[in-house]
């Protein structure tokens, strides 16, 4: 908070060779037959039987060389009989069977995949029909709106939407927002409603949830924007549950869990006149998920910390930065200080303590005062070293990017300016001393 600065800166299968071999010996009697005329023979006979597959089927027919193999070769082939048989070329009876080999295999693919379609991970596993309420952040992409939509089981097949929204070429038509969707829709009716956007009036409300808010704050605001459908008492006992998300949103499957602070993200939200608080509560989990699935987590991780850490420096960050260009900077001061193992110091620790018993206290009219850095919680970053037990606001995506990517500084104070909402960093505690005196008349009591 502004309104405090002290001292440390509060901060913010072929056949083989042997049965070839075989074959001759068997078939050819004959003495005093060379050894080229055997090869050859043998590769005639091969190539009419069709058994040897070994060799090119271009290799020239050349007939037995003695009269006993060639009354075989009568017998066998039937070259005399009245109605001739006509010879089948070679590559004829190789491209015959590729093509039954093709068909077949044709077959075999199909059945394969409309048993997968049906019965596979493509299944969907939805009841048609069904009301459900489905979130659309804004900037998706047609794929991330088919994958929302597929998860909910609206569709069936995410590229047969994309496929129909890419057919009509409406892809930057689809509005972000909360829908009143059914499930297994049909897919150009879905589209229709994509385009013509949430509705917020008639049976919904339209409900927003700023960065910094906390749970109480969210429970209080639902109560009164949906004129008491969604009770704040309702709303905290979702809220206060983590463990009945936990399975959806393996995100909440840290053990130190026990609310849903700092995970229910801040956004504009439709609610239906139907809705429960269990489906709000699944609404903004559902925003935080698709908001934080590209967040890079490899130098929070460098320096052991997990994604619920990173929430609560995330949840620091927005209650201490006014300007976006001091995020980051807030983010270093904070991680250095970690390093350290020195206090963090901040005063939006301090009230989020106060604010579980006076949520809506005035902070201008009742500011900070010595006494409360002096209260015994595991949230007061002023008697407690670390990171607080968990985060203490829900951060908006700007301050959990700035927790994930913090500026390379070796800031370790700051001070506000409360008239332009701007920090002055320093490194060494005369630096601040001399930047507390610009703006301490301002900040401190």
Known sequence: MAEYRGKHAPLRATTDFASADQYDTENTDEEGIDEETQKVSRFSRLSHSGSYKGYDSALPTVSSRTRRAQARAARQFSYDSPVKQRKQHPVVTVLLILLLLAVAGGLGFGVYTVYNYIFGEHASKAVAGQAIEVFIPEGSSTKEIATILKDKGV???????????????????????????????????????????????????????????????????????????????????????????????????????????????????????????????????????????????????????????????????????????????????????????????????????????????????????????????????????????????????ASLEAAAHPADTEYYFFVVNPETHAHAFSVTQEEHDANVALFGDLNVL
């Open 155 to 397: 569709i069936a097949d995410a590229n047969t939407f994309i496929a129909a929204v890419t057919e009509r070429g409406v892809a930057n038509q689809l509005q972000p927002g909360t829908y009143n969707l059914t499930t297994l829709m049909d897919v150009g009716a879905l589209i229709d409603t994509l385009i013509l956007g949430p509705n917020p009036l008639g049976n919904a409300h339209r409900v927003v949830i700023p960065e910094h808010f906390t749970v109480t704050l969210t429970a209080q605001r639902l109560e009164k924007e949906t004129s008491g459908q969604i009770t704040a008492e309702a709303f905290l006992a979702e809220a206060n549950n983590p463990g009945k998300y936990v399975a959806d949103y393996p995100f909440l499957s840290d053990p130190r869990i026990t609310t849903l602070e700092g995970f229910l993200f801040p956004a504009t939200y439709d609610i239906s006149a139907n809705a429960t608080a269990e489906d709000v509560a699944r609404l903004m989990l559902d925003a935080f998920a698709y908001q934080t699935s590209e967040l890079d987590l490899s130098y929070a991780e460098a320096r052991g910390y997990t994604l619920y850490d990173l929430v609560t420096i995330g949840s620091l960050v927005e209650r201490e930065a006014y300007l976006d260009e001091d995020r980051t900077l807030v983010s270093s001061v904070i991680y250095n200080r970690l390093s350290d193992n020195y206090p963090l110091q901040l005063c939006s620790t301090v009230v989020y303590i106060l604010g579980k018993t006076d949520p809506n206290r005035d902070y201008g009219e009742n500011p900070l005062l010595y006494a409360d850095l002096e209260i015994d919680d595991p949230y007061n970053s002023y008697l407690y070293k670390g990171l607080p037990p968990g985060p203490i606001c829900s951060p908006g995506i």
